[in-house]
């Protein structure tokens, strides 16, 4: 896992411009909370419908598709705002010619600095399938799979019902309970509002390190 200082990323001279990549909603929040943040930065939105949902996608596609956005985008920094995309780059141990920042990282960082021991993901199937999390911190981590919440977000249907379900299967016991899909963070008040535990959104975190 690398180094990673955004301020120190973005507030350098000659890289004033950033694309954020995601198949859908979730880079939308991340561009806007970059562009809040840092106000001089020119930053484009790379959104793959062609790509999504890259949860049910085959993984070696998947990285063909990561390096191939990466590599074609027109700024030398990236930001990754998809979980799937950023555990590509540690499953394949992935290296760019580019800055490409990934929103496991800051994860990690905060899972490492805080005393969580017993934390629920919501995530993809891929990023279940792939498993970063568990390889990285040393914490009791279960995951639940969310991809048809995910999908009614994206679609802009009812997410009642999927909403509903997945709080039923969160344990009880969890110290924290992480959108681990950045499609999440559009609803994350309302699992604030149901569940007695602490809930992470990924875009707090993202400009803490």
């Known amino acids: 896992m690398f180094s990673l200082n955004l301020k120190n990323i973005f507030q350098s001279r000659d890289r004033l411009r950033v694309t954020v990549i995601d198949s859908g909603l979730g880079g939308i929040t991340f561009a806007d909370n970059i562009k809040k943040n840092f106000i001089?930065?020119?930053v484009s939105l790379l959104i793959d419908k062609e790509g999504f949902p890259y949860g049910h996608k085959e993984i070696d596609w998947l990285?063909?598709?990561?390096?191939?956005?990466?590599?074609?985008?027109?700024?030398?920094?990236?930001i990754i705002a998809c979980n799937t995309l950023s555990s590509l780059i540690f499953y394949y141990d992935l290296k760019f010619k580019k800055t490409v920042v990934d929103v496991i990282t800051p994860t990690i960082y905060f899972l490492k600095r805080n005393n969580y021991q017993n934390i629920c993901i919501l995530a993809t199937k891929n990023?279940?399938?792939?498993?970063?999390?568990?390889?990285?911190?040393?914490k009791k981590i279960t995951y639940i799979d969310s991809t048809e919440l995910i999908s009614d977000l994206e679609y802009k249907i009812d997410f009642k019902t999927n909403l509903n379900d997945i709080i039923k299967l969160i344990d009880k016991n969890s110290d924290l309970v992480i959108l681990g899909c950045t499609h999440l963070i559009a609803i994350k008040e309302e699992f604030r509002k149901t569940l007695n535990m602490e809930v992470l959104s990924q875009d707090e975190i993202f400009f803490q390190i």
């Open 63 to 78: 990285k063909e598709r990561l390096e191939s956005l990466v590599n074609n985008s027109k700024t030398n920094v990236i």
């Open 127 to 138: 990023t279940i399938k792939m498993d970063i999390y568990n390889k990285l911190v040393d």
């Open 40 to 42: 001089d930065l020119e």
